[in-house]
T-cell receptor
Framework: DSGVTQTPKHLITATGQRVTLRCSPR?????VYWYQQSLDQGLQFLIH???????AKGNILERFSAQQFPDLHSELNLSSLELGDSALYFC??????????????FGPGTRLTVL | AQSVAQPEDQVNVAEGNPLTVKCTYS??????LFWYVQYPNRGLQFLLK??????LVKGSYGFEAEFNKSQTSFHLKKPSALVSDSALYFC?????????????FGRGTSLIVHP
């Protein structure tokens, strides 16, 4: 158990809908990273938050947004969903802002299926 | 830009035989290299990392990896494979100065250990 929790485990929804994925980092970790994993794209970095502030963006669509709350949990909002958004979404946490030697601890993921 | 290549989509090995999962990287600056393992329907789990010092790094579950600067490689090895080692393995690189602290992941290598 990594100490990172994600809810829900599975999400099935229809095209055009909006969903929210939730992540709670390990106790004491201030950084939260979001990743999308699909068969054709591999593991893609989406966005990074540190202590409530957005710090880096990757291949995140404009339809997607995220935030990190004062209690450090984070939410990833996906809107106007398309079939191609079906994927596994992971969050990972680590202690510091840009700790390049820090291990990232991954949650179990949320499997999103868009029908 | 930093990149990671895992040249093999799949590696097959018989139980009890040694295994190698290959990873090569390209960075400007000093690399920090990581191996993660993903079991079916689970998040990524940290195996080991190279920061500095001894080129041979030992990690969890009997795995080790050798950092080779001249060949820009960080291959994952295990002397004797177990069926339970069957999983998806990801190599990742981070860079301090001169690069992005956001990890770049390889596309993953599926390891199949046959009884």
């Amino acid at each position: 158990d990594s100490g990172v929790t994600q809810t829900p485990k599975h999400l099935i929804t229809a095209t055009g809908q909006r969903v929210t994925l939730r992540c709670s980092p390990r106790s004491g970790d201030l950084s939260v990273y979001w990743y999308q994993q699909s068969l054709d794209q591999g593991l893609q970095f989406l966005i990074h938050y540190y202590n409530g502030e957005e710090r880096a963006k990757g291949n995140i669509l404009e339809r997607f947004s995220a935030q990190q709350f004062p209690d450090l949990h984070s939410e990833l909002n996906l809107s106007s969903l398309e079939l191609g958004d079906s994927a596994l979404y992971f969050c990972a946490s680590s202690p510091r802002l840009a700790g390049v030697v820090d291990t990232q601890y991954f949650g179990p993921g949320t499997r999103l299926t868009v029908l | 830009a930093q990149s990671v290549a895992q040249p093999e989509d799949q590696v097959n090995v018989a139980e009890g035989n040694p295994l190698t999962v290959k990873c090569t990287y390209s960075v400007s600056g000093n690399p920090y290299l990581f191996w993660y393992v993903q079991y079916p329907n689970r998040g990524l789990q940290f195996l080991l990392k190279y920061i500095t010092g001894d080129n041979l790094v030992k990690g969890s579950y009997g795995f080790e990896a050798e950092f080779n600067k001249s060949q820009t490689s960080f291959h994952l090895k295990k002397p004797s494979a177990l069926v339970s080692d069957s999983a998806l393995y990801f190599c990742a690189v981070r860079v301090g100065t001169g690069g992005s602290y956001i990890p770049t992941f390889g596309r993953g290598t599926s390891l199949i250990v046959h009884p």
